[in-house]
């Protein structure tokens, strides 16, 4: 079960000459719903709108927020629970060549379908993941951004196959560890600090990253960094983030196994506090 959008409408059809298909010309932002709300509705829309901004895109916030009003009405009237909602906004369509100018109308896509993945025994149970040798590129006009040039991802997730292997962590062309192909990355030292790689040259400055840095670790009186990591020798505890999954543990980094320790428990736990708005 899909349900599809192109510019509010149902029964619109993509352009070929739309930038989003010709040269990845555009952001998006996947989200997770349940019952009547996006959960960080407002983070999902202010890391979206600056996209916008940095790639001069001329999008307004009321048309996002315009377009989840029709995803919402879908799932209010679900028996599903959880629902995953991609939006992406291209720039438009133009004819070929790069360039347009600002007359272009951004176009928008939005699929919404039924989220039925078991994460919470992802979030017991934690998960193993794998180094990945493919590097991610250097580029730091665009780090940060959840745009839609995605091949560094596409490349990295060709490296396994087995579904043992929850996620594949990426480094950048200096062999500081970054992210996994869909998720943030966070390690706890042996102090206790929670430290999550600096996003300067690449990287995406996923919303559960920004929850965890700047809502549960100061709730729970945590150190929380950003700088490089370009070895785990340290880590006393391993876990990824995104908007889907949460935050889930790391069990598993090759062949050393970590323990589910009392930091990452603890974040979990204000998490569901604050998602289920205790």
């Not at 709108?49 to 790639?55: E, F, P, S, W």
């Not at 995953?84 to 070929?96: E, P, Q």
């Not at 040039?149 to 062309?173: C, H, K, Y």
């Not at 729970?220 to 543990?249: H, M, Q, R, Y």
Request: net charge negative.
């Amino acid at each position: 079960m899909q349900y599809i959008w192109i510019n509010g409408n149902s029964d619109q059809g993509v352009s070929p000459d739309n930038r989003a298909l010709a040269f990845g010309d555009g952001l998006f932002e996947t989200m997770r719903l349940s019952g009547d709300c996006i959960s960080h509705d407002q983070l999902h829309l202010h890391r979206l709108m600056d996209g916008c901004r940095r790639l001069n895109i001329p999008f307004s916030q009321a048309t996002a927020e315009s377009d989840f009003k029709l995803a919402l009405a879908v799932v209010e009237s679900s028996a599903h629970k959880f629902w995953r909602l991609k939006y992406i906004v291209s720039r438009g369509a133009t004819d070929t060549g790069y360039f347009c100018d600002n007359t272009v109308v951004p176009e928008r896509i939005m699929l919404l379908e039924p989220f039925t993945r078991d994460v919470v025994s992802l979030q017991q149970h934690g998960v193993s993941v794998i180094p990945c040798r493919w590097r991610l590129s250097h580029q730091p006009a665009l780090a940060g951004m959840k745009h839609l040039n995605r091949l560094d991802q596409v490349m990295a997730r060709q490296e396994w196959s087995s579904s043992d292997i929850f996620e594949g962590l990426t480094a950048d062309s200096e062999g500081n560890w970054i992210e996994g192909t869909m998720s943030n990355l966070f390690v706890v030292d042996k102090t206790g600090c929670v430290i999550t790689p600096r996003l300067d040259n690449c990287g995406v400055a996923g919303v559960m990253r920004h929850v965890v840095m700047n809502t549960l670790c100061p709730k729970l009186g945590l150190l929380v960094e950003e700088k490089n990591i370009s070895t785990f020798e340290s880590a006393d505890e391993i876990f990824l983030t995104n908007s889907l999954i949460g935050i889930v543990p790391v069990t598993r980094l090759a062949d050393k196994t970590y323990k589910i320790g009392q930091i990452t428990r603890g974040l979990q736990r204000a998490l569901n506090t604050k998602e289920s708005g205790l």
